[in-house]
Structures are given as structure tokens and as C-alpha cells.
């Protein structure tokens, strides 16, 4: 799902920030695990991101994943999270962002099925 970035309502960037945290926090369920995508936050391996896949799997759990707008995410969404998590050190823009992710989720879901695509 995508939402409207907020600052498309003339609000002032922190604002904006504060009012998207809100959209995206209040569609949050109570068997969802958020994951917040920010370069601040934990680096994993394909195998780590998998093993995570696979325990949210186990518990029930949605997973779900959160990439911010051109301001990036408020600090309450990082704080609200599950697991904030890195991609690359790097600053990448948010749709690429998006690719990479969808990618290391196809990558996870090979991995625990055993398929040999993540070789
Ligand atoms: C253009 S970046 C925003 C940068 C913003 N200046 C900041 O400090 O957060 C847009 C979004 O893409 C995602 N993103 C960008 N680079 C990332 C990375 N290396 N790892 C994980 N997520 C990333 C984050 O969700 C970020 O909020």
C-alpha cells in the first residue's frame, strides 16, 4: 500500500513527518510486526532476513514494512518498530529502496523453501 506523502499538504517537514507516522501507525494490526527500513538500522544477511521471515511466519505474524517518503521516516516510526532495518549504508531513494526489499523477500522465501535461487 501507498500513502500520500504529507508534504504535498503544505505542512512544514517535520509535520509532515509526524502526520505520515500517523497514517502509517494507525493501520498497524495487532499481529504485525513492523519493520522500518532506514540505512541507520541493522544490517542483515539474506539468511538473517530469512530466519526473520520464517519466525514471523511461525508466531503468526505480518510483517510489516515500512519505507519513508523524501524526508524520510518520523523518529516515532523507528521507535514503534519491530526491527529497524539497513539495506546499504547508503542513502538510496525510496522506490529503489522498494526494489531491493521486494528482491530480498523473494530471496527469503527461496531460502526457506530450499529453492536454489539465492545461490
Ligand atoms: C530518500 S530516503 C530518506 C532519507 C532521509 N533524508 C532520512 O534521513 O531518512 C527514503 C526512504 O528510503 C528508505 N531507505 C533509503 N535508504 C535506505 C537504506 N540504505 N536502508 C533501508 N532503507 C532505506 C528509508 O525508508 C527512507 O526513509
Same mark, same amino acid.
Given at each position: 500500500m501507498e500513502l500520500t506523502e504529507a508534504s504535498g499538504k503544505k505542512l512544514k517537514p517535520g509535520d509532515a513527518k509526524a502526520s505520515e507516522a500517523e497514517a502509517i501507525?494507525?493501520?498497524r494490526k495487532?499481529? &504485525?510486526w513492523v519493520v522500518a527500513l532506514d540505512e541507520r538500522g541493522s544490517l542483515l544477511d539474506s539468511v538473517e532476513l530469512s530466519?526473520?521471515?520464517g519466525k514471523a511466519q511461525t508466531g503468526a505474524k505480518d510483517l510489516l514494512f515500512v519505507i519513508?517518503? &523524501?524526508e524520510g521516516l518520523d523518529a516515532s516510526v523507528? &521507535?514503534?518498530?519491530n526491527l529497524t532495518l539497513s539495506l546499504s549504508k547508503m542513502t538510496l531513494p525510496h522506490r529503489l529502496a522498494r526494489v531491493v526489499l521486494v528482491e530480498q523477500l523473494y530471496?527469503?522465501?527461496t531460502i526457506?523453501?530450499?529453492e536454489p535461487?539465492?545461490?
Open positions: 501507525l494507525s493501520r495487532p499481529q &504485525d530466519r526473520y521471515v519513508g517518503g &523524501d523507528r &521507535d514503534a518498530a530471496r527469503a522465501f526457506l523453501k530450499g535461487y539465492h545461490k
